[in-house]
Every structure is written in structure tokens, then in C-alpha cells.
């Protein structure tokens, strides 16, 4: 629990470990100028420390309407709930007078060849990843977060997800049946993270974005009904991994690493495979790598009947361009896009973290 404080130099909710439920919310902010921009960080803050560290609401007496919900009782249990607050490019626009100081490899996601775009699912001015181990716990979370942004941020999109635990041993697994996240740089390296996953100096970053991160969410439909027809030995060859023990085609355990040197052409891992084109495993590619912390999605069945479930997709990185979009374009193509369907999501600078009970989201910024 200690690493998902919520102080810190880096936001929780990137290298610590996934929690069972999550939510992905981004808002349009309604604040009319910077001021009131610099409230609601104030008020966010003030809400997320409350909500992550725990404790008891502020009593107001018998007549006011109470000061949270009471969903969680009494107390709010501490480290219940993390929480990852990011901006989106849009939130530098005229508005608040902050062109100037965007994080410099921000932009606005844009459709890939075989998106399925829809706007209403896209981008957002602010995102929050919460994440906890129990639902009622999101839902108290998100009824404080309203109630208490209420005129100042409104809700764009939403999308809930879930991680499975080990099935039975390893990494979770996604919902096509594949352990994901197996060839995830590891989040206990220091250095590694700080050479993939946070913006630090030298980076030409503005100093107030130091310790934070770039995010990339997608909202990806699987076509489960599609792909539960597909026979086994070509779903294990469209991601190179066997779908059991989740080893590579040429391995036999989880962690063996795929020697695509010794198969040039593929023979045991095809050469379109997913884990092939995302990661080739050459020396230019070493800086591409991206840490994937995705969560399942099931939003019950579309009004055809098909079940809406798949993936929300969300990567953390340094650089969106070098990592997640080069990446994406190599992935064009690839066999599994016949059963799948990116349909929205945005890119997002998650903050540096709130530092101490005196710091607030945005210092520097703001
Ligand atoms: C690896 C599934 C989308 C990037 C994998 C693996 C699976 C998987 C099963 C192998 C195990 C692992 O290392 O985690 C999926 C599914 C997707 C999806 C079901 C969509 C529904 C994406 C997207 C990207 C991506 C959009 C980035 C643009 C990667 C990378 C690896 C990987 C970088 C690791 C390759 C390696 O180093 O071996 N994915 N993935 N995936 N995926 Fe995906």
C-alpha cells in the first residue's frame, strides 16, 4: 500500500502494480479562465489526497447535506484507491493562456488506419485512472470527484475496467485468453524507467513537467464472438505466443525471451505476429519500448446483441511519437485487426507527482 500514496515524485498508478477495478474518466473543463482552472487543481487535489489517503469526512451537521456520500461508511479506508490525474492537449488551447507551457510531445490523438473513431470517446481536456480493489469504492470516488467539480469540469467519456488475477499462475490474462504484459520493461529498474517511462531534464521538456509521463489509451473493442471461432493454432500465431503458458512460439515458459535472430523468416514466429512487429527486439527499437498497464472492458451487449467487451488499452511512455505511435504503425495490418476495433481514448501527460501536503497537481504550471 505504501507505494500507492498518494505523495510522491511520480504519480501513482504507473509503475505500481494494477489494481482489480478501474476507471478511465476524462472531462471537458468548464472553468471559464485560469482562476478557476487553478481551483479546480486545487479542489482536485484536496479530494484525491482525501479519497486515496482515507479518513473521516468533514462533519456538517445534521442539516446540511452530509460532506460525502456515506457509500464507504464512517471512514474512508486508506489506500482504498488510487488515483492518476493527467491533462490532454486541448486544456493548452486559448482558454487558460498556457500554450506556452505544454508538455512538448502532447498532441491529439488522431485515427490510425483501422480505427473506428468515434468522437464522443475521444480526448478530453483532463483524465483520471482510478483504481481499486472493490467497485463501491470507485463509486464513492467518482460521486466525491462530481459533486465537489461540479460547474468546473464535466464528464466527456467513461469506460470501467477490470484485471484478472494470475490464471492460473503469471501474468493476467486479456479477454482473448493471452497473459498480457509479459514483455513489459520492468517497473522495479530505476533507470530503465527513467530511459522509457518519466520525463526528466535534458528532455526539452518545461521543468514543471518533471516526473511525469506520457499516456496513451485506446478503447479497443474485441470481437469476442469473432475471435472464439478462430482455431488455436492461428490465434497463438497471430500474437507469437502460446496461449496456455503464454511462452513464445519458439520457448517454453512465460519469460523465455523469442530469439527472432534464429527464425529470419518467421518459420516459428510469423514475421506479422503481433509481438513481432510490436517489438522486432533490434538495437533501434530498444528505446521504443512502452509499458503497457491495460485493463479488460465489458460494457454488456450493443443493441445488436454482440457482447462489448475488449481492452482499454493504456501505455505509458516518454515519448508518444518514438514509443506508442511508432509502434501503432508497425502493428497496421497485423492479422488481429480483423478482431478487434480501436473505437477511442486520447493522449494524456500524466502529472508529476503531488510532492507533499503543501503541493498541490500543476505546480509550476498553473
Ligand atoms: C504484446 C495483446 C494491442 C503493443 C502483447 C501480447 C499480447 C498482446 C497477448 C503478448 C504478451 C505480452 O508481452 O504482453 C494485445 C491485444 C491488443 C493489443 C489483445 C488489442 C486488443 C496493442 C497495442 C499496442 C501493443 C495497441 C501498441 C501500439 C504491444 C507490445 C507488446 C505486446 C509492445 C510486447 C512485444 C514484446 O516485446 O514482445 N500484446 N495487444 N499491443 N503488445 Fe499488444
Not at 478501474?22 to 481551483?39: E, I, K, T
Not at 464507504?72 to 482504498?80: A, C
Not at 516459428?268 to 533501434?284: E, F, G, K, Q, Y
Not at 506508442?324 to 508497425?330: K, Y
Request: charged residues 20%; contains cysteine; negative net charge.
Amino acid at each position: 500500500a505504501a507505494a500507492q500514496g498518494f505523495h510522491g515524485v511520480h504519480q501513482a498508478g504507473v509503475v505500481t502494480p494494477k489494481r482489480r477495478c478501474a476507471a478511465f474518466v476524462a472531462f471537458d473543463v468548464m472553468a471559464a479562465d485560469r482562476p478557476g482552472l487553478l481551483d479546480l487543481f486545487g479542489t482536485l487535489t484536496d479530494r484525491l489526497r482525501f479519497l486515496t489517503t482515507g479518513g473521516v469526512p468533514e462533519p456538517l451537521g445534521i442539516s446540511a447535506p452530509p460532506s460525502d456520500s456515506g457509500v464507504l461508511g464512517p471512514t474512508v479506508p486508506g489506500g482504498s484507491l488510487t488515483a492518476l490525474l493527467g491533462v490532454g492537449a486541448s486544456l493548452f488551447d486559448d482558454r487558460f493562456g498556457l500554450a506556452s507551457a505544454k508538455p512538448l510531445r502532447l498532441s491529439t490523438m488522431t485515427a490510425f488506419p483501422d480505427d473506428d473513431l468515434d468522437p464522443a470517446q475521444c480526448g478530453g481536456d483532463l483524465l483520471l485512472q482510478l483504481e481499486t480493489d472493490d467497485t463501491d469504492v470507485l463509486a464513492n470516488a467518482l460521486r466525491d470527484v462530481a459533486r465537489h467539480t461540479r460547474g468546473a469540469m464535466q464528464v466527456r467519456w467513461r469506460i470501467d475496467g477490470f484485471a484478472s488475477p494470475p490464471r492460473p499462475v503469471g501474468t493476467p490474462r486479456n479477454l482473448m485468453g493471452f497473459r498480457d504484459g509479459t514483455a513489459n520493461p520492468d517497473v522495479t529498474d530505476g533507470r530503465l524507467m527513467d530511459q522509457l517511462i518519466w520525463v526528466g531534464a535534458g528532455q526539452g521538456e518545461p521543468a514543471w513537467a518533471t516526473g511525469g509521463s506520457y499516456l496513451a489509451v485506446r478503447l479497443i473493442r474485441m470481437l469476442v464472438e469473432f475471435w472464439d471461432r478462430v482455431g488455436l493454432n492461428e490465434q497463438e500465431r497471430m500474437f507469437g505466443r502460446q496461449k496456455d503458458s503464454g511462452a513464445p512460439l519458439d520457448g517454453r515458459t512465460e519469460t523465455d525471451v523469442p530469439n527472432f535472430a534464429a527464425d529470419p523468416t518467421g518459420d516459428v514466429i510469423p514475421m506479422d505476429s503481433h509481438i513481432r512487429l510490436a517489438n522486432p527486439r533490434t538495437a533501434p527499437t530498444a528505446d521504443q519500448r512502452l509499458l503497457r498497464r491495460g485493463f479488460n472492458y465489458d460494457r454488456g451487449t450493443d443493441p445488436n446483441g454482440n457482447l462489448d467487451m475488449g481492452l482499454v488499452f493504456c501505455a505509458f511512455q516518454q515519448d508518444l511519437e518514438r514509443q506508442f505511435v511508432t509502434v501503432q504503425r508497425r502493428l497496421a495490418g497485423e492479422p488481429l485487426v480483423d478482431y478487434i476495433s480501436p473505437f477511442g481514448g486520447g493522449y494524456f501527460f500524466a502529472l508529476p507527482g503531488v510532492r507533499d501536503a503543501n503541493d498541490r497537481y500543476g505546480r509550476g504550471l498553473l
